[in-house]
């Protein structure tokens, strides 16, 4: 007889499940050791999987950078919440080190309560995390130093900002690996840099470009952009002088990378003071494109019933929830995949936007962003009336062959705005450029307001700090197009997949139908009102109360029957209203029960089926 089987089973049983936790632990300690860096990425986009971008960027970089990871030893008992996040960035940090063939050095610093380490994290900016339960603060940020005394810090690892973690790393690589920032001369004309006499503050697109690059407001007559301007911004122009508008003429003439956003109505343009509204929202550049061949009504602005964006409106003395059609959000095919500015674009949120069109015979527009194919035209006024109900605006849409282009690169041969040579005023310097002798770099947008924080930023407080979080990818179209006109591309693979843009497009679809029947009610309801009050003024003319009565039995029969026509026709609204909300409920329940019910069963189902099928082992038969 075997030894083993001497053994009772109950030591066997023991024996075996104390090598099984070695075992455990050793592959455990094992990886951990081998494997930290490495991981497998799962989620929808490859929110976790180091780009392309990021590995070209490291691979070509020649500025040194020294990397000062401030990570508190007790982070991982303080705040379980964050111990996985923590290992992550750890081991992101490792990958950056290992992919930078040295030019990367990573220090990993536990600054203790009253040390000279913690002094240091909070010299260096990184800012303390103050837990419930614990006296003793706790560090989990970095900083980072060049060469030539650059320096750039992420205060703060928060859990909310964990799928931007490669970007917030790549960008700050990308802006010590270049002592020297490119410059971005700013034309603003909506008030983007915000004004500390009325509180206005910066919008936060602005602050995020400055990351990168150097920002320089010009303003006035200009004879001369800043030296080392890479990228000229014109944001919502308007009254330039022709001194400014001939600059602008022979930097895009010569190749100059020019990013327009003109707007037919700029919501959120800045007034003379706070709580005046602007004199005049539209944008004034019609010299500019008119020389260029480009088509832009500024009292034009773009409604799109199938994109709209529902927004809360007082309407008849009521809030009510509906589809405002000159706000939209560009998704799925409203974007042009093989353009490295929008490739990687999940939703972009327009308001009261303009629409471009080629009218010369040499320049011709390459879209990069359309409304979808049910939207049209309206008068801008009344697309940005805030008081107006959105939903009477659909009868006025005007559709004009194909889908409305929001934005576009322009391509081909341009010509100048001032064939007659420069303005006498101009000091500009060089011989007049008639036509571009190579291929322009200019993308034109046809809305100003999609630069605003409202537009794509939602804000709140984490950890005691404002967190903008973003829900489009407004801000990341703009740092892709600057990106990619100034030259680079490295930071264009990381944005945009950090929003997921997922509208529930078949409860989208109920509303849209619902309101669209009550419009058609409401416009019914007042037409009869108009109809029947028409008839009783006509009961009133001709019918003649007797004496004593206050009206005629003509004029009463006319009173009931406007007030009957009228509760009937309110009845009909509320039973349109009562369906819309059970037809969406009834969605809505559907789609919970499916998630909560359906797939769980589901599995557990084949679970049952898979252990049924198992092959059972015969049971041994002791012979006598």
Known sequence: MSK????????????GAVLAVILYLAVNSLSATLFRSSRIDLTDGGLYSLS?????????????????????????????????????????????ESLSHGKITLEVIDPQPYSEEEDRAVGLGINRISLDGTSDPIYFGLAATNSTNGSANIPVFTPDREAFLEYDLTRLVAELGQPKKPVVALLDGLGMAGNPMTGQEPAQILAMLKETYSVETVGGDIDKLPDNTRVVLVVQPQKLSDRTLYTLDQWVLSGGATLVFADPFAETQAGPQPGVPAENNATDFQK??????????????????????????????????????PWFAIHDDGFDRGDAVTSKLNAVVMTTAGAFTATGK????????????????????????????????????????????VAARLEGKLHTAFPDGKPKDSA????????????????????????SDRNWLQKQNVLGREVAQAFANNGDFLLNAVEQMA???????????????????????????????????????????????????????????KEGELVSTEQAKAIETFKSDLLSARAELREVQYNLRADVARLKNWIMILIIGVVPAAVALIALVFALRRPRRPVPVRKA
């Open 4 to 15: 083993f089987n001497r053994i009772p089973k109950s030591r066997l049983v023991a024996v």
């Open 52 to 96: 392309h971008g990021t590995v070209a960027m490291l691979d070509k970089l020649d500025e040194p950078i020294h990397m000062r990871l401030f990570m508190s030893a007790g982070l991982h008992e303080a705040a379980p919440a964050l111990s996985a996040y923590a290992s992550r960035v750890r081991a992101m940090l490792d990958t950056y």
């Open 288 to 325: 500019m494109f008119d020389a260029w061949g480009v088509g832009f009504d500024a009292k034009k602005a773009i409604g799109d019933p199938d994109w709209a964006i529902r927004t809360v409106r007082n309407i008849g003395g009521r809030q009510a929830e509906v589809a405002n059609y």
């Open 362 to 405: 040499d320049a011709t527009l390459k879209p990069l962003m359309y409304a979808s194919a049910d939207a049209g035209l309206l008068p801008a006024g009344e697309a940005a009336d805030p008081y107006g109900d959105p939903r009477a605006l659909l009868s006025k849409i005007e559709k004009a062959g194909g889908r409305p282009v």
């Open 428 to 451: 500009a310097d060089g011989t007049p450029v008639k036509e571009s002798a190579s291929a322009p770099n200019v993308i034109l947008v046809g809305d100003a307001d999609m630069l």
């Open 487 to 545: 030259g680079g591309v490295a930071l264009a693979d990381l944005r945009s997949r950090t929003v997921s843009w997922r509208p529930f497009t078949r409860i989208d679809a109920l509303e849209r139908a619902a309101e669209e029947r009550f419009l058609a009610k409401q416009q019914e309801l007042t037409q009869r009102i108009a109809d029947t009050e028409k008839k009783l003024k006509d009961a009133s003319s001709t019918g003649e109360a």
